[in-house]
T-cell receptor, first 115, second 112 residues
Framework: QKEVEQNSGPLSVPEGAIASLNCTYSDRGSQSFFWYRQYSGKSPELIMFIYSNGDKEDGRFTAQLNKASQYVSLLIRDSQPSDSATYLCAVTGAYSGAGSYQLTFGKGTKLSVIP | DAGVTQSPTHLIKTRGQQVTLRCSPKSGHDTVSWYQQALGQGPQFIFQYYEEEERQRGNFPDRFSGHQFPNYSSELNVNALLLGDSALYLC???????????FGQGTRLTVV
């Protein structure tokens, strides 16, 4: 059973600070890693994906992947109140040849940015 | 360029009834996946359609079925609704073989 674990939070950070969100996964064959942002009552919005070990930066967001530790994180620099949302970590397993990829999600971490 | 569209946005059904939810994928995408998101949980994979065939299925009973049409749009059908089927149903659009998936706005189903 593939599992994705996230701290449910809530994680509270002051405006302008760095928010650090963490995720671990159980399937060592996982290949692709995604962070989705979900505002209350809305659908998930893809904000970043990462495939290779190391860091990937996109604006104020940095995704970090460590496959040896089965760990992926998301850093949000200069956090804004508009960043307050639930952040979902999702992974895809190894391609089985039977079809396209399916996403396995964690339960999400609720982030609150305090003005 | 329209994104992923789902209909209806909200739905209230009675236990035991049947429901059909609809999804049109993003332009250029040919693969549709359906997810169920219960309150406070992450989305759970139901199944995926490509070339009008179910390609993968998650751990959901046969009461959940689907269909994909030649224009790539898709339907999710749920029979014999249970109270526990109340959730946000999400359609994800992607290109076959690609990993990035984009979600529609979801359908909020309430079973009473």
């Amino acid at each position: 059973q593939k599992e994705v674990e996230q701290n449910s939070g809530p994680l509270s950070v002051p405006e302008g600070a760095i928010a650090s969100l963490n995720c671990t996964y159980s399937d060592r064959g996982s290949q692709s890693f995604f962070w989705y942002r979900q505002y209350s009552g809305k659908s998930p919005e893809l904000i970043m994906f990462i495939y290779s070990n190391g860091d990937k930066e996109d604006g104020r967001f940095t995704a970090q992947l460590n496959k040896a530790s089965q760990y992926v994180s998301l850093l949000i620099r200069d956090s804004q109140p508009s960043d307050s949302a639930t952040y979902l970590c999702a992974v895809t397993g190894a391609y089985s040849g039977a079809g396209s990829y399916q996403l396995t999600f964690g339960k999400g971490t609720k982030l609150s940015v305090i003005p | 360029d329209a994104g992923v569209t789902q209909s209806p946005t909200h739905l209230i059904k009675t236990r035991g009834q049947q429901v059909t939810l609809r999804c049109s994928p993003k332009s250029g995408h040919d693969t549709v996946s359906w997810y169920q998101q219960a309150l406070g949980q992450g989305p759970q994979f139901i199944f995926q359609y490509y070339e009008e065939e179910e390609r993968q299925r998650g751990n959901f009973p046969d009461r959940f079925s689907g269909h994909q049409f030649p224009n790539y749009s898709s339907e999710l059908n749920v029979n014999a609704l249970l109270l526990g089927d109340s959730a946000l149903y999400l359609c994800a659009s992607s290109s076959w073989g690609a990993t990035e998936a984009f979600f529609g706005q979801g359908t909020r189903l309430t079973v009473v």
